[in-house]
Structure formats: C-alpha cells, structure tokens
C-alpha cells in the first residue's frame, strides 16, 4: 500500500495515457481496420494497410521524436529560462516530409490526387503527435484523451462517408484533422511561433539522431508489411496483419507506460531518483515479458475469432500466434528500457545498437521468409528482438553502474 501511495501520480499518468492512447488503437485497430477488412478487396485492404504503415513510420520519426526530444531538453531549456526552437523545427520538416513521401505513393501506384491527400493526412498527424509532447511535458494526460475521442469520432465520420463515397483517400483525413485543430488549440506550437534560440543547433543534432534511432525502429516495426507484401501479396498482408493486430493492441502498455516513463525520467534532478528508476526498470524487464506474453496468445486468437473469423481455422495464421506473442513481450519490455536509456545513454550508443539489429532483422527476414514463409518471418523478428532486448539491458546495466559511481 505504501509503495501504491507513494507512486500514486506516476500510476495516475500510466492509467490516463493508457485510455488516451488506447481510444487511438481502438479508432484503428478494432475499429476501422476490421470493418474495412469486411467491405473491401484485399488489395485495397493491403494498400490501406501500407499506407498506415508509411504513415507510422514517417510521423513517430518525425513528429514523435520531435515531441520526445523536447521532453528529454526540457530541463536545459528551463535551467536557461528560454523557450523556442521546435515550432521553428516543426514547421521546417513539413516541406521535407512532404518531399519524401509524395514520390513514394506516386511510386505505389496511388493517383496524384488521393497522393496530395495522404501526403496532407501525415503532415496533420505529425502535428498531432508532436502536440502530445506538450500534455505529457505538463501531465495533463486528460488532453490527450479529449483529442483522441475526437481523433474517434472523426473515424465514424470517415467510414460513412467512405460507404457513400468509396474513397479511401479520406478515411484518414478526417480524424486528423480534427485532431490538429484541437492540438493547435490547447498547446503551446502557435505560441512558440518561430523562435530560435542558443540551444537550437544541440537540439537539432539530438533530434537527428533520435530520429534516426526512431527511423530503423519503426521501420522494423512495420518491415513487415514491406517485405510481406512484394513476397507473398496481398492476401498474406492481410493474414499476417490480422494476427498481429492484437500485438499492436498491446501497445496501449507499451505506448502509454513509455511515455510516463520518460516524462518523469526527465523531471528527474535528483542522483537518487535516477539510481531507483534504472533499478526499477531492470526488475520489471522479465515480469514485463511474461505477462506480455501470455496475455497476448489468448487475445491474439480472440482477436481471430471477433474480427478476422475467415482466418481462424486457417492453420499458417494459427502457426503466427506463438512466435508474435514471445516477440510482443520482448518488444514491450525493449521500448520500455529505451525509455530510460534516451535519458541515461549515450545517443551513440542507442543507434549503432539498432544498426546492429537493423542489419540482423534485414539478413534473417529475407533468409527465414525464404524457407519458411511468413512463419519463418515471425521467427525471424522473434529473434531480432531478443537480441535488441539483451543489447538494450547490457546499456541499461553501463548506465546504472555510472550512476553508482557518481
């Protein structure tokens, strides 16, 4: 009880960004996805799907890490009373972004027209997430709630207007946009404008590298979808997705406990307060797997059985559940520790690690989806993460051993 009570705001935190966040995977995951999947061929289905994934990547890198950026600096900004530089950061990516992705879609074969509108949609959703930084840099979690409901409502929108129209273009438009004009509203980017302070070169030189640590994460996160698609189509796309829609459920942990973590890593001054977060998050890593683990087995199959049924008596998306499941739990437990280690590491460090595990996910996926399908493409991310996991704990003990020595 005493341990409840003494950490009774940091659970608090966990809870609301937990429902926050989870409102987002509902609107996608148990929501638009599934229904989609019931009214649409499965090519449109898998170009959703890749369209998703593009999107995933680009703004978690981007927008995300931006966010994530700020709450690592915020200290430095505050010790300095100066305020500035990522409005200024913010509005500059557009363009670039925009370079990026615009080419990609026109190379998927997406038309001109539904192209500008999905390159739009991202740039909405960079704002968004980077506008999540600001509730959690002041723990009001109960903001990203509010935007996440609206983020909700706008996907009821968006798929009565997709029954009418059978444009797929919009199905993301809409929740976005909603979502961007409450972040303008309720957080500081207008009121930062376009300032640019001393600390904006360390800042940047910190988001480029986050970003790219960022970049092969999510990259290997979604990787599946890249590789899935021209190996086996789109009906394996759709197969694998369903499968694993309850392990990107899972995220409502992972995503929300993240965020608090780092959040208060980052308003953490005091030596001792840093000795126990990194002490806790050792303790937590193998309880994390197991329970992440074993939850996600039965709700992968239940995830089957309400919202994919055509794929339960299907024995190569029964032969998935396994290897997603052992690789949902080592995941979990992997985001959790980066948490501390964006904090605590050396930046370095953080992505020649994921070099490391870029190169090895890259070898065995090819390899393994080779000779054994997409079962052999869950083990071989199975494996991938593990290794990330036991690189990221070997970090974790380097740090807590230089904080003991302090």
Not at 189 to 198: C, D, G, R, S, Y
Not at 337 to 354: E, G, H, I, Q, R
Not at 391 to 397: A, H, K
Request: proline content about 2%; some cysteine.
């Amino acid at each position: 009880m005493n341990f409840i009570k003494r950490y009774k705001s940091f659970f608090s935190d966990i809870v609301l960004n937990m429902i926050g966040f989870g409102i987002y995977i509902v609107s996608q995951q148990i929501i638009l996805l599934p229904i989609l999947n019931k009214i649409v061929e499965e090519n449109i289905y898998a170009s959703i799907v890749l369209y998703i994934s593009i999107l995933n990547v680009v703004c978690n890198t981007t927008g995300g890490e931006l966010g994530n950026v700020r709450l690592v600096r915020d200290s430095d900004y505050k010790a300095k009373n100066i305020i500035g530089d990522f409005t200024r950061i913010l509005v500059v990516l557009s363009p670039i972004v925009s370079i990026i992705v615009f080419p990609i879609f026109i190379y998927l074969k997406y038309s001109i027209l539904g192209s500008l509108i999905f390159t739009v949609t991202i740039l909405f959703a960079n704002v968004r997430l980077y506008a999540t930084c600001y509730y959690r840099l002041r723990q009001t979690y109960g903001k990203v709630i509010i935007q996440n409901i609206l983020y909700l409502i706008g996907v009821a929108i968006s798929l009565g207007i997709f029954a009418l129209t059978k444009n797929m273009y919009i199905l993301l438009l809409i929740p976005e946009l909603l979502s961007i004009v409450y972040a303008l509203k309720n957080s500081d980017i207008l009121e930062m404008k376009f300032t640019k302070t001393k600390e904006m070169t360390v800042t940047v030189k910190k988001f480029l590298q986050l970003g790219f640590v960022s970049f092969l994460t999510n990259l290997m996160d979604y990787f599946d979808r890249f590789l899935i698609y021209p190996m086996f189509g789109a009906a394996a796309i759709a197969m694998y997705y369903a499968v694993n829609s309850m392990a990107k459920v899972t995220s409502l942990i992972t995503n929300p406990m993240s965020n608090v973590i780092l959040s208060w890593v980052s308003n953490a001054n005091e030596a001792g307060s840093k000795s126990k977060i990194l002490k806790m998050t050792l303790i937590a890593n193998i309880p994390v797997i197991i329970i992440v683990t074993f939850i996600t087995m039965p709700c992968s199959y239940a995830a089957l059985w309400i919202l994919y049924h055509e794929y339960v008596y299907v024995g190569e998306a029964l032969s998935l559940i396994i290897p997603i499941s052992i690789t949902t739990g080592f995941g979990t437990a992997a985001a959790l520790v980066k948490s501390v280690l964006l904090k605590f590491s050396n930046t370095n460090k953080l992505v020649f690690t994921y070099i490391i595990y870029f190169i090895i996910f890259m070898g065995l996926g090819y390899f393994f989806s080779k000779i054994s399908g997409l079962q052999g493409f869950a083990i071989a991310n199975l494996i991938s993460r593990i290794i990330l996991w036991g690189l990221f704990i070997i970090l974790l003990l380097s740090s807590k051993k230089k904080e003991i020595e302090k």
